[in-house]
Antibody
Framework: QVQLQESGPGLVRPSGTLSLTCSVS??????????WSWVRQSPREGLEWIGY?????????????KYNPSLKGRVTISADTPKNQFSLKLNSVTAADTAFYYC???????????????WGQGTLVTVSS | DIQLTQSPSSLSASVGDRVTITCRASQNINRFLSWFQQKPGKAPKLLIYASSNFQGGVPSRFTGSGSGTEFTLTINGLQPEDFATYYCQQSFITPWTFGQGTRVEIQ
């Protein structure tokens, strides 16, 4: 059974960098067909997909990332395959970035598209001085 | 970006009722639409993917249908544990987007 768990500071200062880590058990972040994603949720914006990291077990492949353009280049998602974790960094944060942040496994299912099938429990990050 | 509009935004219903929620996409998304259920303080839970396919463990009273730009989630015989907020989400093209949610409340 795949499980995901977010960790990181719950309070970030304005203009600072939000950093979260997702620890994965029951699956590997270097397995193909999975897109390791971050999603956030706030009362104002609702649910918003932030981006994903994708990799395979082929050590010649460095992985791929894709981000929501709404975040205007402030986001980086990366993976630490030996630790089986992936991370989110969002810089130049403002109060508008206050939200619950979820790490999510997205599975590519043949003919069925990309399916958000496993979610972490979520962590609240508040941007405030 | 593809916009998803759910209707209604909220509804009141009784145990045993049949409930239908609609999700309209701003452009053709084929059948690449999922439905989620979210309860307070919890992460969204996948119910249905690719418009009408059940995720494992989801009760059969939840059914999904539709293609193109119009989709529905139907709950046949509402149960007490079904009172929650429901979201649609498209995976046709990035950025993957969500609807604004439909809150199902006890009448």
């Amino acid at each position: 059974q795949v499980q995901l768990q977010e960790s990181g500071p719950g309070l970030v200062r304005p203009s600072g960098t939000l950093s979260l880590t997702c620890s994965v058990s029951g699956g590997s972040v270097s397995s193909g067909s999975f897109y390791w994603s971050w999603v956030r949720q706030s009362p104002r914006e609702g649910l918003e997909w932030i981006g994903y990291f994708y990799s395979t077990e082929d050590t010649r492949y460095n992985g791929d990332t894709k981000y929501n353009p709404s975040l205007k280049g402030r986001v980086t998602i990366s993976a630490d395959t030996p630790k089986n974790q992936f991370s989110l960094k969002l810089n130049s944060v403002t109060a508008a970035d206050t939200a619950f942040y979820y790490c999510v496994r997205v599975q590519e299912r043949y003919r069925y598209g990309y399916v958000f099938d496993h979610w972490g429990q979520g962590t609240l990050v508040t941007v405030s001085s | 970006d593809i916009q998803l509009t759910q209707s209604p935004s909220s509804l009141s219903a009784s145990v045993g009722d049949r409930v239908t929620i609609t999700c309209r996409a701003s452009q053709n998304i084929n059948r690449f639409l999922s439905w989620f259920q979210q309860k307070p303080g919890k992460a969204p839970k996948l119910l249905i993917y690719a418009s009408s396919n059940f995720q494992g463990g989801v009760p059969s009273r939840f059914t999904g249908s539709g293609s193109g730009t119009e989709f529905t989630l139907t709950i046949n015989g509402l149960q007490p544990e079904d009172f929650a907020t429901y979201y649609c989400q498209q995976s046709f093209i990035t950025p993957w987007t969500f609807g604004q949610g439909t809150r199902v409340e006890i009448q």
